[in-house]
């Protein structure tokens, strides 16, 4: 008989997170709904009138900040809700009437940046001046004049504005598809008995010792993608060509360019990083191999590249076991952080149970609005214990940002937002081998660590080689049809994982499944991260008090400065190589000791 999947309705409410720290019910949401989209116009009777004086800019200014919190709140609730279960219709209009409210925000208060870039450097200088309260602003004006030249008209601003809700419909499209529309065939488990497969299992079944399994549970779930690869690669030719359009219409050099700007990073970080990767390739190629030798099979392909290459050391961790370690690991952080790292365990930040229609993969909404909120599909492994402390490291990253920083200034930024998720996980890893004395243990978590390691910074660099190769055929105007993207990238596996790996052309439609593409020049910034984060991590551990109280400049700074400005206070220089090349430094390191300990 085939297992089930719980119904969301089944879960224990001590075991789901507690939106009602957001809004109590849902009637309340709507009442804040109802009472957000009136004050949406009231920002009309700033129109043409943000010059007049400094007292009507600031007024505005608190007025917008005042609308953007309540809106983020709306979309909070309505977002958490919908992603415990996308199956429920109520909540798939909840969350596109908290969307189309946020859009319509937006289309309102188009005309603000414009107004504000055509008040005189000088006058607007005097209005800043003139009231200590536009200290809160600095950070905004200073974003915002630097994109001068990226800023349209009035009447421009207004339509882009409008055309955002449309620009979102591949990812929207994307996101229905993938969790609430597509099932996989099931297969026979290691226990004889037929399993579903889900996104939320599908790791566990790849790292299942059965290889029959791994590769049924492979082949189940490309069968399914390969039924819709014209669909879904339309659909993401259709993404490519809102941000073509978007960067053309904002003057900038390409996609790539826009999205950087936001955070202000070079386009030679990104550059940067994939030269550096493929410098480290032979390294990934040694890891491979002796993975191949290891499992100890003629041909290594796609579906052995999770199994664990020290059997007998699989480590069952629970939930509970979890969060224990994690507190214990993370001790050289010190009493504020892990406070509030319990904080988050004991009052239910975290939904860590699988049901169906239940959101893939895992993530930490931070926002500024309440506490953090974590997703996940804790499975008792170890796996799920690195994700758990890397989506806490999220947690604690918005915590105290928003507990340190005014509104204003709490959301930081893409680019830094996976270091202190990543800087748990590394503090996690050291704490594990430092604790066991047995060999083979230790060669499995070096193991763990390097396959983290490598879906963190090989793997997430060829999402980002592809998706920059991606993006510029949509640049040139040329077509990008499934079988287009199945060979662009099938041939960057090929070159990623090296002569070792057997070229399955199931791995061919590995793009099409995955969710961070629909947000472009996402994924480098893992790379990036994991690279800060190693650095963080060693300065934490070796120089003690000093080096925790550098990291919490960062972790407390939000968005108050640039990302590479936030992690020179930290100690790391992102607009060197260095911190990439010490990232390669320490897989090889590592993978030295793996070879020694696997004899």
């Not at 014209?230 to 960067?247: G, P």
Request: aromatic share 12%; with cysteine.
């Amino acid at each position: 008989m085939a297992d089930t999947i719980a119904k969301r309705s089944e879960i224990p409410r001590e075991k789901r997170w507690a939106v009602e720290d957001l809004y109590p019910g849902d009637a309340a949401w709507e009442e804040d709904y109802r009472r957000v989209a009136g004050l949406i116009e009231e920002g009309k009777k700033y129109q043409g009138h943000l010059g007049d004086s400094a007292a009507v800019l600031k007024e505005y200014l608190d007025y917008a900040d005042g609308l953007d919190r309540q809106t983020e709140k709306i979309y909070l609730y309505a977002h958490l809700n919908m992603d415990v279960d996308t199956t429920d219709v109520t909540y798939q209009t909840m969350r596109m009437k908290a969307q189309m409210l946020a859009v319509q925000a937006e289309e309102e208060n188009a005309f603000a940046q414009p107004e504000i870039m055509a008040i005189p450097e000088e006058t607007l200088a005097a209005y800043r001046a003139s009231d200590p309260g536009f200290s809160v602003y600095d950070r905004y004006f200073e974003v915002l004049l630097r994109r001068r030249a990226h800023t349209r008209s009035r009447e421009v601003e207004e339509l882009l504005a409008g055309a955002s809700e449309m620009a979102s419909a591949p990812g929207d499209t994307f996101t229905m598809l993938n969790n609430a529309d597509l099932t996989f065939p099931k297969i026979i488990g290691e226990d004889g008995k037929e399993t579903e497969v889900t996104h939320g299992r599908y790791v566990g079944l790849m790292e299942s010792r059965d290889r029959n399994v791994r590769k049924a549970a492979f082949e189940s779930m490309y069968s399914v993608y390969g039924q819709f690869a014209n669909t879904i690669a339309a659909n993401f030719s259709a993404n490519l060509k809102q941000a073509v359009f978007f960067a053309k219409a904002r003057g900038y050099s390409s996609t790539r360019a826009m999205y950087l700007a936001s955070g202000n990073i070079p386009e030679e970080v990104y550059d940067n990083l994939i030269e550096a990767v493929h410098e480290a390739l032979p390294d990934m190629y040694r890891y491979v191999a002796l993975r191949k030798k290891l499992l100890g099979v003629e041909k290594l392909h796609m579906y052995d590249v999770y199994a664990p290459i020290i059997p007998e050391c699989c480590v069952k961790v629970s939930f509970e076991e979890a969060k224990e370690t994690i507190l214990n690991a993370l001790k050289p952080m010190g009493e504020e952080y892990l406070s509030a790292l319990r904080e988050g365990f004991e009052n239910r930040w975290i939904d860590a149970c699988e049901n169906a229609g239940k959101r893939s993969g895992a993530y930490c909404s931070g926002g500024t609005v309440g506490h953090p909120y974590v997703l996940m599909t804790y499975q008792d492994n170890m796996d799920s214990m690195f994700t758990l402390a890397h989506e806490m490291g999220h947690a604690m990253h918005s915590y105290f940002s928003n507990k340190t920083q005014p509104h204003q200034t709490a959301s930081y930024l893409i680019f830094v937002a996976e270091v202190a998720s990543t800087c748990n996980e590394i503090l996690l890893t050291y704490y594990l081998l430092d604790h066991t004395k047995d060999r083979a243990q230790k060669a499995y978590l070096i193991n763990h660590f390097l396959d983290s390691f490598k879906g963190t910074w090989f793997r997430q660099t060829m999402f980002a080689e592809f998706e920059m190769l991606a993006h510029r055929r949509a640049e040139a105007g040329e077509a990008l049809t499934a079988q287009e993207l199945n060979r662009m990238y099938g041939e960057l596996n090929q070159k990623y994982f090296g002569p070792d790996m057997a070229a399955d052309p199931q791995i061919r439609l590995e793009w099409a499944r995955i969710p961070h593409f629909y947000t472009p020049f996402y994924v480098y910034q893992y790379a990036t991260g994991i690279s800060a984060a190693a650095a963080l991590a060693e300065r934490i551990l070796t120089l003690g008090e000093e080096g925790v109280k550098d990291y919490m400049k960062f972790l407390t700074g939000g968005g108050s400065a640039d990302p590479i400005d936030l992690l020179k206070l930290a100690g790391v220089d992102m607009g060197k190589k260095e911190p990439v090349k010490a990232a390669a430094k320490l897989f090889a390191d590592l993978l030295d000791q793996l070879i020694e300990l696997a004899g």
